[in-house]
DNA sequence: CCTACCGATCGGTAGG
DNA sequence: CCTACCGATCGGTAGG
């Protein structure tokens, strides 16, 4: 809490070699980074309306007006966090989707690389879910309609595999809600400090959907 | 939106054989009931935090100041639906696991009933879900507790399956949250107007978590 | 990137 | 259950 992590301490090295000037070496880049990455730990911790401009500039040991010179408003930097989580995950999406394999093995791939990055970036990704929809009416419709499009990605896949009878015949709308549901809820209660690695509740998650909880006689 | 609902109007009429000079007949636990569905139509709209008591106060046809004639604080009000949510639960759980079956056919019980019944109290189980992290501390670890007091009699009756072999072999921790999730996770996609019932919902939900989306050979 | 400040919102209370 | 009101918070801006 409070300490910087590694990704800023590697991010303020990077920019070292090449000093403008600026306070502490930072560049504007640097600087519009480091103010995302601390509104993520505490729009997560406190939640977006909880969260001051001030509590974020405290953080990072400057004043509010700062923020103002990187983004033009609070929602501005909500929408930097939620927008490049989306991104990503649409870009996973498409790539898995193209990529080779059965219906049925490229839904277990979307499962474990969707888990995993949910997994690998915790905080980012809790903002995501929890926040998202504090944005205003025209950006949550945007966001939507790109959460849309690669849950549409995904039921297509399904319906092909229903097709051909590798896949159980249930909605693919339904049944891709529930495994996406199964791996997103992981932000809720996965411990990063606690017993079971990210690798190992990743496999027995994606096992136990592709298999069900029966055991097979 | 705005209009009343069904279950209002019964409330209303429920009272009125014995209408004690209050204003419109409604009964001092009757408001109260009003106040809590009105502020969980708006908590679900808007979330907490958007939502004023001005904003229920109107939507009631009152003024703010009444509403602290049932309640205390604004979050009084959001500890009563949420600590409903999680009464109903605690009790449901404890029910099913007692009840007969093996641990699956009881596993599977539960996982319908609770789908079930968050379908069937969209607004209530979307605020609880959504925003019982905003209580206070003291609250907030007080909802932890019953929450996990019900998960472990999950946990305890996967782990009993998993050695007599009735239940696929992950852990038990991970299986619950898991299984629970995808249940939990309807709150965000269902939709009470679309094209599937309800019941057609929970049906397909828990087949495909009991068999896995491979359909077997 | 700072100091100083404004305007609006809002939970809560006094006093009836 | 109402009118009137207070105190605090907070996003945002002026002006440098």
């Known amino acids: 809490m409070g300490q910087r992590s590694d990704s800023d301490h590697v991010m303020a090295e990077a920019t070292t070699d090449k000093r403008q000037g600026h306070t502490r070496g930072r560049t504007g880049n640097d600087r519009r980074t480091q103010i995302i990455k601390v509104a993520t730990e505490l729009f997560r911790e406190k939640g977006y309306y909880a ?40 870009e996973r999406f498409h790539a898995i989707a193209a990529g080779p394999g059965s219906p049925g093995e490229r839904i277990h791939a979307l499962l474990v690389e969707h888990t995993r990055t949910i997994l690998r970036n915790l905080d980012a990704n809790t903002v995501f879910y929890n926040e998202r929809g504090l944005l205003s009416p025209e950006r949550e419709r945007e966001m939507r309609k790109r959460e849309r499009e690669y849950t549409e990605i995904m039921q297509r896949l399904y319906a092909e595999g229903v ?55």
Chains 1, 2 share one sequence.
Do not use: C, H, M
């Open 51 to 90: 969260t001051s401009l001030d509590d974020i500039a405290d953080r990072i040991g400057f004043t509010k007006p700062a923020i103002y010179y990187y983004f033009k408003s609070k929602e501005d930097v909500l929408f930097a966090i939620v927008n490049s989580i989306v991104d990503e995950a649409l």
């Open 163 to 217: 097709a051909t009878g590798e896949l159980l015949d249930v909605d693919p709308t339904v049944a891709t809600a529930t495994l996406l549901g199964a791996a997103i809820w992981t932000y809720r209660w996965y411990d990063p400090e606690g017993r079971l690695s990210a690798d190992e509740v990743v496999e027995q998650i994606t096992r136990l959907l592709l298999n069900g909880y029966r055991r097979p006689a």
